[in-house]
């Protein structure tokens, strides 16, 4: 089946520590994200890619890094410069980035960090 | 910068019923997408129904529609003979040409027996 997969769905470390966040489609899209929810915060984007080797820093980025060296993947780095990391976090891929805005985001079923 | 409002934090409905969701937005362009997404409570986004700026016709999806207000910057959702399934986070997203999706802060509908 096509989709998004994130993994792992729950992830716990210790403070300091960076940890990475994966994030695989097979759906050959060309766009991939990264958002944080958090309780009454809604979804706030991290970083985005439009094209492999090419990432755009999001409304939240500080604390957070990224790498795009191949379509299918875009792994996201919860730095120790991140303040407050324990979130919930999604991935989603589209068809087409900027200049296809009928497209809809399709979402994988995020990761819980937590840190201790 | 793009924002999208929803005012209501929190929804009721009863079975059966009709719920309508508010979202407004502030854009000073002309042509865009505007979104409602569900997230159950598995926290899987999906897609509920999609409307493009300059389409008079307001979208409809089964017992979801939406009632466009452009000139008011007004697109909210309208749940007919809501079910238990429908329970879920709604949240109103938009995007232009030139940028990602910008989404509101959610609106949590709670559906009683």
């Known amino acids: 089946d096509g989709g998004i997969t994130q993994s792992p769905k729950y992830l716990f470390r210790k403070e300091g520590q960076n940890v990475t966040l994966s994030c695989e489609q097979n759906?050959?899209?060309?766009?991939m994200y990264w958002y944080r929810q958090d309780p009454g915060q809604g979804l706030r984007l991290i970083y985005y890619?439009?094209?492999?080797?090419?990432?755009q820093k999001g409304d939240i980025a500080e604390g957070y890094s990224v790498s795009r060296e191949k379509k299918e993947s875009f792994p996201l780095t919860v730095t120790s410069a991140q303040k407050n990391p324990t979130a919930f976090y999604l991935c989603?891929?589209?068809?087409?980035?900027?200049?296809?805005?009928?497209?809809?985001?399709?979402f994988g079923q995020g990761t819980r960090l937590t840190v201790v | 910068a793009q924002t999208v409002t929803q005012s209501q934090p929190e929804m009721s409905v009863q079975e059966a019923e009709t719920v309508t969701l508010s979202c407004t937005y502030d854009?000073?362009?002309?042509?865009?997408?505007l979104f409602w997404y569900k997230q159950p409570p598995s926290r899987q986004m999906i897609l509920v129904i999609r409307?493009?700026?300059?389409?008079?016709q307001n979208a409809t999806e089964n017992r979801f529609s939406v009632n466009f207000q452009k000139a008011a910057k007004s697109f909210s959702l309208k749940i007919s003979d809501s079910q238990l399934g429908d329970a879920a986070m709604y949240f109103c997203?938009?995007?232009?040409?030139?940028?990602?999706?910008?989404f509101g802060k959610g609106t949590m509908l709670l559906v009683s027996p």
């Open positions: 989603a891929s589209s068809p087409q980035g900027q200049g296809y805005m009928n497209t809809e985001a399709f």
């Open positions: 759906l050959n899209h060309d766009a």
């Open positions: 890619s439009q094209i492999v080797n090419d990432f």
């Open positions: 854009t000073s362009e002309s042509d865009y997408y």
């Open positions: 409307q493009e700026a300059y389409k008079q």
């Open positions: 997203a938009y995007r232009t040409l030139y940028s990602t999706l910008t």
